[in-house]
């Protein structure tokens, strides 16, 4: 499976809610902090558009917001 990166602010509760969820679920990610981290905040709105987080980037499929279905359906894909 292609790495998963998760674009999140540290004051984010949606961020928070899907962090808990991933780690529920035993999938590995690798998290950025966009509100410090620039160079991911540049890379995730070139990503999706959006500057709204949480954003969760599985194989080059994009999830903006906290959608477990949308989530799911990715990693079973990927």
């Known amino acids: 499976m292609d790495k998963i990166k998760v674009y999140s602010t540290?004051?984010?509760?949606w961020c928070k809610k899907l962090k808990g969820w991933?780690?529920?679920?035993?999938?590995?990610?690798?998290d950025f902090d966009v509100s410090s981290d620039h160079e991911a905040?540049?890379?995730?709105?070139e990503k999706s558009g959006q500057m709204g987080v949480?954003?969760?980037?599985?194989?080059?499929?994009v999830i903006v917001g906290f959608d477990?279905?949308?989530?799911?359906?990715?990693l079973e894909d990927a």
Request: aromatic share 4%; with cysteine.
């Open 54 to 61: 949480p954003q969760t980037d599985i194989g080059g499929k």
């Open 22 to 30: 991933l780690d529920e679920k035993g999938v590995k990610y690798e």
């Open 68 to 74: 477990p279905d949308s989530i799911e359906k990715e």
């Open 10 to 13: 540290p004051t984010c509760p």
């Open 41 to 45: 905040a540049r890379e995730m709105i």
